[in-house]
């Protein structure tokens, strides 16, 4: 039998009480033997809100599907709130199970409160480690941990013996480590009761257990060793998205269901915009939106549903669903209204992430963050520098991409455009009438012709560690998803748990490599994904990005704490006496030591000797994020500019959206391993001429000719 349901004093309330009474008694027990002899425990009539929990619910094909059983604990007037079932089975169960459930609650249980997850582990063995680390992370301070056999076997003395209407004054009841038992035990307390001293990896369900006692810091070193418990992470951490309608969240539903696929728990809010004050309930919704797992969704109702206390529904389902929430995403649309509510809800502590209605289709790339990630969303700050001088088709062209660009919400984004002082009247006439919605913009007029090396490094300077900057050229281009790029690698890389470790990671291109610029022969073909396919031995994913010490100037960003490292090392190095400077160069054998005249040698020079390195995109076919129409200027001759092969050589198709006709197409920046940017240690490295090297290896390079050089 699937689910087995006794008789009638086995309901819900009888439930609750055989776990929750007993497990407070003998809490209360521990906090009384060390209490002074005054009472400290009040018989107080329940009046406050009831108390939540999630369950947890083991399933085998051995099992037989009884989905009246199953929702019967969910649709009884419950004593304890049940927050969330989690249901975990085999993958090879979950097609039996997933489909039919889902078509009985939309048919019988349409407005089902509780959140209903069904989380698919591979092996069957897996089942039990998925739900033990699971609910170490589970939202409630409670868990109850049950098998298909549910609460058969609990006596009827344990049932018909149990208190009624009884909480505990004491706002906590902590779990006391090392505690002998008591001398003696109640008979009527359910199961075998010395088990609650067992370990309770070596007891069998039903189990009610406070989640801090299965908090990974509260486990003993062997099962933290214990392989039996390794395997996909399980967060279970909650977002609450909002959206004004069910299409919104389709629009959403990759983002959704790859926060899903990672472990978290999606809590969906779906409101009436004219009604957002106004509904006092709600009722769930039936979707099938994920291929692997159910998330329950809500949305205002119109009829009666779960009826709350006279507040808007939206912030009674809060309390419910989102009250210990980290993140919250809805429509920018709708954002001063939110806010408005929010600020009477303790969410309002949340990072709150509001992103245009119709942009939410092209945000699977956001599903790849974690929490910690996430709530660094507001952090980062960006200035995109623009060079431009004679240029105004090319500089028109550059423009009309930032127009065209996504931002996903984003304010914070700066531009500043330096002007050579000749530029024409066009070009001039292009940057004053140019509007820009997404943060402040600046005009620089140089007075004096200083040439593309001020030009470049004085364009921006960092205010602090979170300012960014984008240096632009006015011959580049950029993907409609290049500040997509931007968000996905800064956030990762510079904002995750292990950013400590990135302190070598001066900068992310846009431009994807298509030439090796610096080999002492010339200039060389090259493609990644044939360099790292030709080295089968080191097994590195043909799609994974990589890092390389060579700084992009076609579409770049780069991060502070560097660019006034190469400040100080450019002053340094241009304020020596003509005739004192180095007689070899700092880089031997690499082309940029004729570029007498380009920002770039320094810098190069500069990330040499410290064995810095920029993270360069690698998709199919040279798909790049900005892409150089290697115009006149500069550093570039007529003769070379009109060559169509110089200029195949250069030029870069731009990721270009999905269409509307394309619903369910990714935008194509999970094109990566797992699905996600890879943990820093699995990036390859290359060093200046395109060859597979180390990150050690660059550093000892660099540091040893440094010593050679003097310039420690």
């Known amino acids: ?309 006279r507040r808007p529904a939206l912030l009674s389902w809060l309390d419910h669903f989102a009250t210990n929430a980290k993140i919250l995403f809805s429509v920018m649309e709708d954002k001063s209204a939110l806010e408005g509510l929010l600020s009477m809800h303790t969410l309002l502590n949340s990072t709150r992430i509001y992103i245009p209605e119709n942009q939410y289709f092209y945000t699977d790339w956001i599903g790849s963050f974690s929490i910690e990630e996430l709530q660094h969303w507001h952090t980062p700050r960006f200035t995109f520098t623009i060079t431009t001088f004679n240029r105004p088709e090319s500089f028109r062209r550059l423009l009309d991409s930032l127009s065209s660009g996504l931002y996903f919400g984003d304010s914070n984004l700066d531009i500043r455009i330096t002007i050579e002082k000749e530029a024409n009247f066009e070009t001039q006439h292009l940057a004053q009438t140019f509007e820009w919605i997404h943060g402040s913009m600046q005009i620089h007029q140089r007075i004096v012709h200083g040439g593309l090396l001020p030009a470049i490094v004085e364009s921006w300077y960092p205010a602090d560690n979170n300012s960014y900057g984008l240096l632009l050229e006015d011959d580049v281009e950029l993907s409609p998803l290049f500040y997509a790029w931007i968000k996905m690698t800064i956030l990762k890389y510079r904002y995750s748990l292990e950013t400590s470790h990135y302190t070598k990671l001066f900068g992310v291109s846009l431009y994807q490599q298509k030439t090796l610029e610096l080999p002492p022969k010339g200039r060389q073909p090259f493609n990644a994904r044939t360099l790292f396919s030709s080295q089968p031995s080191l097994n590195i994913p043909t799609n994974t990005p990589y890092l390389s010490p060579i700084p992009c100037s076609w579409g770049a960003i780069y991060f502070p704490e560097h660019w006034r490292e190469f400040y100080t090392y450019l002053s340094s190095r241009l304020d020596k006496p003509k005739g004192t400077d180095h007689e070899d160069p700092v880089v031997p054998n690499v082309r940029s030591n004729r570029w007498t005249h380009s920002w770039k040698r320094f810098f190069i020079e500069l990330v040499y000797l410290r064995g810095y390195v920029m993270l360069y995109p690698n998709f199919a076919d040279f798909v790049s994020l900005s892409t150089n129409h290697l115009e006149v200027g500069s550093h570039v001759h007529a003769r070379s500019a009109m060559s169509p092969e110089k200029r195949d050589s250069f030029f870069l198709p731009l990721m270009q959206l999905p269409t509307v006709e394309e619903m369910g197409v990714s935008t194509g920046l999970l094109d990566l391993p797992e699905l996600e940017l890879p943990n820093w240690t699995d990036l390859p490295t290359l060093n200046l001429t395109g060859s597979l090297t180390t990150l050690d290896s660059l550093a000892y390079t660099g540091q040893k000719r440094a010593e050679e050089m003097g310039l420690l």
């Open 1 to 309: 039998m699937f689910i087995s349901i006794p008789p009638q004093r086995y309901a819900l309330p009888a439930l609750f009480h055989a776990f929750l009474v007993p497990s407070y008694l003998l809490a209360a027990y521990f906090l009384l033997r060390n209490a002074p002899s005054s009472p400290n425990l009040q018989s107080i009539p329940v009046s406050s809100p009831p108390l939540s929990l999630t369950v947890y619910l083991a399933l085998s094909p051995l099992s037989t599907p009884d989905f009246p059983a199953l929702l019967r604990p969910l649709t009884t007037e419950p004593i304890i709130y049940i927050q969330q079932l989690v249901i975990v089975c085999p993958e090879s169960f979950f097609p039996e199970l997933d489909s039919p459930l889902s078509q009985f609650i939309n048919q019988s249980h349409p407005r089902l409160q509780t959140s209903l997850v069904l989380k698919p582990v591979k092996l069957a063995d897996d089942v039990r480690s998925e739900i033990l680390i699971s609910a170490a992370q589970a939202a409630t301070d409670w868990v109850l941990i049950l098998d298909d056999k549910l609460i058969d076997d609990i006596s009827s003395p344990a049932l018909l013996a149990l208190w009624d209407d009884i909480v505990f004054a004491s706002p906590s009841l902590d779990i006391y480590d090392f505690l002998p038992p008591p001398p003696y035990l109640n008979s009527t307390l359910p199961r075998t009761p010395f088990q609650f001293w067992e370990d309770i990896y070596t007891r069998e369900p039903p189990l009610l257990l406070r989640t801090s006692v299965l908090r990974t810091e509260r486990l003993p070193h062997s099962h933290l060793d214990n392989p039996s418990l390794s395997g996909p992470e399980v967060v279970n951490e909650s977002i609450v998205f909002l959206f004004p309608s069910f299409q919104s969240l389709q629009s959403a539903s990759k983002m959704v269901c790859q926060f899903l696929s990672k472990g978290y728990s999606p809590q969906v809010f779906i409101y009436d915009r004219k009604r957002l004050l106004a509904s006092t309930s709600w009722r769930s919704l039936d979707h099938d939106l994920c291929s692997h797992g159910r998330f329950i969704v809500h949305e205002n109702a119109n009829v009666e549903g779960f009826v709350t206390d």
